[in-house]
């Protein structure tokens, strides 16, 4: 539902929610975001209730987001400075009803690879030998606020086994093409890029294979699997033996 409300001092805006409506969801109504400025002071509230916050910035892609199979709602929105300094916040409400907590935040993926917002820097350069292929199932998919367990459980329910957190409000995702469409279209998922092989390793890695580096001694490496059990080690293990390695 979206609505406005002009007048010479006042205007409001409300923005209907995103998202997938679900059995839970169709049992209450529709979540509003509402925008009201007053002068250069512009108060958030949900449902034209009381404002949770209260600011002097500029707001921007301000909109609220209904989880699937929950009553859980992000409010997700950006505050522009008079400096032009763009700031990013959200503001959870467990029930769609009272918000519990008002976060500013950064989306900048903290990765050994570099520290980067996958949105407004775009994906981080990776070398050519490293970058994934086109068989790669493994993804990088961070979340419009902290990661939840109901933002997991909606990425399990369409079939995709979630591994690693990742900073920030990010995991690593293994999923198929199908699957992964399906995600990419879920309101709080903020992107999703491919786990390259470059974004796994240390950085003297990284610059050892860049340098063609080569030696006779043995080296020490250590290799971390994304399931817990033998099954995975295992099969790494193998492929370790395989090339002449020692485990």
Known sequence: MRFSIVGNTT??????????????????????LTLSTVGSTTSLSMNAGAPF???????????AIEVPNSTVVANVWDEVTAAGERQHFYALSPDGEEIVRVR???????????????????????????????ECNLYIVPFVTQTLQVYRDA?????????NFLPRHSHIVKMTPAVKAQVEALAFVRAVLPFHPAYRMSG????????????????????????????????VASQITTLGGTV
């Open 11 to 32: 205007r409001m805006v409300a923005i209907g929610a995103v998202g997938v409506l679900s059995a839970v969801q169709e049992a209450r109504s529709e979540v509003d």
């Open 53 to 63: 916050h209260t600011t002097d910035n500029t707001v921007e892609n301000a909109r």
């Open 104 to 134: 500013q935040t950064t989306y900048d993926l903290k990765l050994r690879h570099g520290h980067f917002d996958p949105v407004d820097d775009g994906p981080n350069a990776v070398e050519p030998s490293l970058t994934a292929g086109p």
């Open 155 to 163: 990425l399990t329910a369409l079939g995709a086994k979630v591994y």
């Open 204 to 235: 003297d890695i990284r610059a050892e294979l860049a340098a063609e580096y080569s030696s006779s001694a043995t080296e020490k490496y250590g290799i971390l699997v994304l399931e817990r059990g033998l099954t995975q080690q295992n099969v």
